[in-house]
């Protein structure tokens, strides 16, 4: 067994009762000296003053907390491995909390033994999560070690709302993200844009959400008038309701009227079913209903407010990529089933708690909010959240199938009738937006629109994706794959060419950049090393951050080629900002800068100078010889780089 221990002088973040210490953090965003993708690293260490447990008295007792909650099948591979040390069990304990039961793509950890410590690396996607994280494991560690009690789920649910309020915790983003990361595509998140980044350079697309800067700003702000777009899709001879716009209270009442109840109530600027109220029976009910859809009005809008005709029927999204229908999911509204026992509000906690309910950006349900809307709607039964609810009853808490208030999802795709789809295409086909949601509301997708009692409800230029990539029922359909297919075929293709050396001078990269252009006279290429960076020969600020300097490289928009030094102190510092390289150039690398090498694309060429002594390996062929008197080694390279293109 191998100890790593810190004496009590040199105890950093230890309490007095602890028996581990763990203290000299580093984040990364992508490949390091530890790690091929973004890490957090810190050290970890025993103190000599204290004693630990033996490794299998933490892994017996991990696995009793497991038991407890076997239901959530979590960690179950914990007590069937062997480990080496305290450390590599804390590492691969951080490593599995770190997905936070909501199987996020954190899997990789490595630990590197020193003579004082170990250092620890876990993937990490958002830096303060996964930091939490550890000090999560480590106070689990140190109350397992004292015998004492550890409130598991309460501190795994607070960690669980740190990631959900990340720029990366929407189900949308996460969904993306993650799909993307499956398939080798490039992504980042531009903080200073509030935007995710998909591909490198003249490859790239920019987003939030499903909504991309290649999109129609027309477009999308035209979905938001439900008015004018209802108006429209009337013209194209697509059934919509009957229906006016009103702006006062009155007018409604007198809409209403008109129209004939039941009515359904909606902003005209809006989204995600805020302010909406379907099956309106009276004046009472419309009143209310009016409220809420005042209030969901942003403060810069006009007040305008739909009055239509509710149609009968179950709620369905019907969704669109790129002018092609992909996928249909029926919407119910939220609901519980009576035991005899519990009331209401007891069986919405109940519910709440279900693994299924985590309202995480990997589960199938949100958790059922408790509101206004919700109580009127009970009150039109002759409920409240104290009633005691009859066994085997089914009560609806909602009229709208709103799923980010608690409501359920079920896959419908295979069910629509081609007709269906025929009209969702001939919608979408008239918006220049990668994805389009619509909202119809049918008795079944399976009977065709032109003979059947269907609306279209409205149009939505910017649809979520879990309800498809998740159901709460039914099969899922990898809606992000069809988003990112749309603009990469494959991983490869989200990227441009990029070359990699651990030094170079600027005089050397200035003359890299003139024998490439000469033979890609129209190329852009951008450069950079630790002295400056260039887009062609026109030299730009340098940022102290050194991956500040990539980013913004491979952010610009008719960029071509990349060509980025990364020496030992900059991987130690910063580590790389992007995964792989289509050519890497070492100059008596050190063995920091031999992972300059560990994950190269199949086909690329690497050239390595150890004295006069030159290796080349490429396409699988390695050629070794030495260098010639006077012979310069950017001749050796210069000449390889035909070969990447």
């Known amino acids: ?34 790690l091929d993708t973004g890490a957090l690293v810190f050290d970890f260490a025993l103190i000599d003053s204290r004693k630990p447990l033996p ?156 909504t991309f800067n290649c999109d129609s700003h027309l477009d999308s702000e035209f979905t938001t008038r439900k008015d004018d777009c209802k108006a429209f899709l009337k ?42 109220t379907a099956d309106i029976q009276d004046s009472k009910e419309l009143e209310s209903a009016y409220n809420r859809a005042l209030a969901a009005i942003p403060e810069d809008q006009v007040n305008r407010i739909i009055v239509e005709k509710s149609i009968s029927g179950s709620d369905f999204r019907l969704l669109c990529v790129n002018g092609r229908f992909v996928a249909a999911t029926e919407r119910r509204p939220a609901s519980v089933v009576g035991d005899g026992y519990l ?42 959240l104290e009633s005691v609810i009859e066994k085997g009853r089914t009560v609806y808490l909602r009229k709208v199938a709103n799923l980010s208030a608690g409501g359920i999802s079920i896959d419908a795709t295979p069910t629509v009738h081609d007709d269906n789809i025929i009209l969702a295409q001939d919608i979408a086909q008239h918006f220049q937006l990668t994805c389009l949601g619509i909202d119809v509301i049918t008795k079944s997708l399976s009977e065709s ?33 069809h988003i990112l297919e749309t603009f990469f075929e494959s991983g490869t293709d989200a ?21 490439i252009l000469l033979q890609h006279p129209n190329w852009t290429i951008g450069a950079v090393c630790r002295d400056a960076v260039f887009v062609n020969r026109s030299k730009k600020v340098l940022s102290k951050n050194y991956n500040s300097n990539v980013q913004t490289l491979v952010r610009h928009p008719k960029l071509d080629l990349l060509i980025a030094e990364y020496a030992e102190e900059i991987l130690d510092e910063e580590g790389m900002f992007y995964q792989s390289s289509n050519m890497v150039v070492l100059d ?33 062929l390695i050629e070794d010889y030495t260098l010639g008197e006077d012979e310069p080694f950017t001749r050796v390279y210069l000449k390889e780089t035909g070969a990447i293109f």
């Open 588 to 620: 008596n690398p050190t063995e920091s800068e031999m992972m300059l090498v560990r994950d190269v694309f199949d086909g690329s060429t690497v050239v390595i100078r150890k004295g006069n002594d030159i290796s080349i390996r490429r396409k699988g």
């Open 449 to 481: 629109w032109k003979s059947s009692n269907f609306a279209i409800l409205e149009i939505n230029a910017a649809p979520g994706v879990l309800m498809h990539l998740k159901p709460s029922v039914g099969e899922s359909v990898d809606v992000p794959s």
């Open 343 to 384: 009331t209401l509000a007891e069986l919405i906690r109940q519910e709440n708690r279900k693994p299924a309910r985590l309202d995480s950006p990997t589960s199938p349900m949100s958790k059922i909010q408790i509101d206004e809307a919700m109580e009127l709607y009970l009150e039109e039964q002759r409920l409240s």
């Open 1 to 34: 067994m191998v100890l790593q221990k810190s004496s009590d002088l040199a105890r950093i973040n230890a309490r007095r009762t602890d028996v581990f210490d763990i203290f000299n953090f580093k984040h990364y965003i992508g490949p390091n000296p530890y």
């Open 55 to 210: 490794i299998e008295d933490y892994i017996a007792r991990i696995g009793v907390e497991a038991e407890r909650l076997v239901e959530r099948h979590r960690y179950p591979q914990l007590g069937s491995q062997s480990y080496e040390s305290h450390a590599h069990l804390f590492a691969q304990v951080v490593s599995e909390v770190g997905k936070l039961d909501m199987d996020l793509h954190l899997n990789h950890w490595s630990v590197k033994p020193y003579p004082n410590c170990t250092r620890i690396s876990v993937q990490s996607l958002h830096e303060r999560t996964t930091r939490e994280v550890v000090y999560f494991v480590w106070d689990w560690f140190e109350a397992i070690t004292q015998d004492e009690d550890f409130a598991f789920d309460e501190q795994l649910a607070k960690l669980q709302d740190r990631f959900r309020a990340s720029v990366y915790g929407g189900p949308t983003v996460y969904a993306l993200l993650r799909t993307a990361y499956e398939k080798g595509i490039p992504a980042f998140y531009l903080w200073e844009e509030g935007l995710m980044q998909y591909g490198f350079g003249k490859k790239h697309v920019r987003g939030v959400a499903t």
């Open 235 to 276: 013209t194209l001879g697509f059934p919509v309701p009957e229906g006016d716009i009103v702006f006062s209270e009155k007018e409604a009442l007198a809409a209403a009227r008109q129209i004939g109840y039941p009515v359904a109530v909606k902003p005209v600027v809006g989204h995600k079913g805020i302010g909406v």
């Open 495 to 515: 990227r441009i060419p990029i070359i990699t050396f651990n030094k170079i001078s600027v005089e050397e990269l200035q003359a890299t950049i003139d024998h």
